[in-house]
């Protein structure tokens, strides 16, 4: 079993995530008291997926999350760099494909909408990955990032920082995930990641427009969506 480290090397979070595949889903579920079926709920709303279009779900998993925005007629396709993950949710009937989020196989303005959920802040450079989810959308297309964000009242930063980061999540995790240590650089990633203001400049800088973002679970997780220049 093996943890990547705050560097993120492509190799060690690849290797990582290979190995809690088997248990993610349960784990993520666990972790999350049942939030994250909420979040992904969330996500599709945000990202407005019509019958028709195509949509990349990046950092997907195993596609549980693609699976959710295809309710709405969208085609859409799970890309993860861990093949582990992919296998993993095989039995999920949504295109999947290997790929590596600086280094997307797909051409330019190729889809109508992405989204990276708890995803972008695992990619060595995420404002390149922010800038390579750019060029696959179309002029006018949309991105929606779900990720992990900064509690906005403070009693309830210091607990979940405090209390769920450092004591719970390892606890749950050890119970629950095939590779504990794992979530060891969960907590880490997840303190080290930029609040929402921070995140919504950088998605600004990285040739997307219109940028807002709208607080969930108090903050713990953030979505911010955005669009690309016409």
């Known amino acids: 079993m093996s943890r990547a480290d705050l560097d993120k090397d492509p190799r060690d979070v690849a290797t990582m995530f290979d190995g809690v595949a088997r248990r993610y889903d349960l784990?993520?579920?666990a972790l999350s008291g049942g939030q994250d079926r909420y979040w992904r709920a969330q996500t599709r709303r945000a990202l407005a997926p019509q019958p028709g279009e195509k949509v990349l779900d990046l950092a997907a998993g195993t596609?549980?999350?693609t699976v959710e925005l295809a309710r709405d007629g969208a085609w859409c396709v799970a890309a993860d760099f861990s093949q582990g993950m992919?296998?993993?949710g095989y039995r999920r009937d949504v295109p999947k494909v290997a790929a590596d989020a600086l280094?997307?196989?797909f051409a330019d303005a190729s889809f109508d909408a992405v989204t990276i959920s708890f995803g972008l802040r695992n990619v060595a450079d995420p404002d390149a990955g922010l800038a390579e989810?750019?060029?696959v959308t179309r002029p006018g297309g949309r991105l929606v990032v779900c990720e992990f964000?900064?509690?906005t009242w403070t009693p309830f930063r210091v607990a979940y920082q405090e209390l769920m980061l450092a004591r719970v999540l390892p606890a749950i995790a050890r119970g629950v995930s095939s590779n504990p240590d794992a979530y060891i650089y969960l907590a880490e990633s997840i303190r080290d990641?930029?609040?929402?203001p921070r995140l919504a400049e950088r998605i600004g800088a990285a040739g997307w427009e219109r940028?807002?973002?709208r607080d969930l679970t108090g903050g713990a997780v953030a979505l911010h969506r955005a669009f690309k220049p016409a």
Request: aromatic share 8%.
């Open 27 to 29: 784990t993520n579920t």
């Open 63 to 65: 596609a549980v999350s």
């Open 86 to 88: 992919l296998r993993a």
């Open 103 to 105: 280094h997307l196989p």
């Open 133 to 135: 989810l750019a060029r």
């Open 149 to 151: 964000s900064t509690p």
């Open 193 to 196: 990641w930029p609040a929402q």
């Open 211 to 213: 940028v807002a973002w």
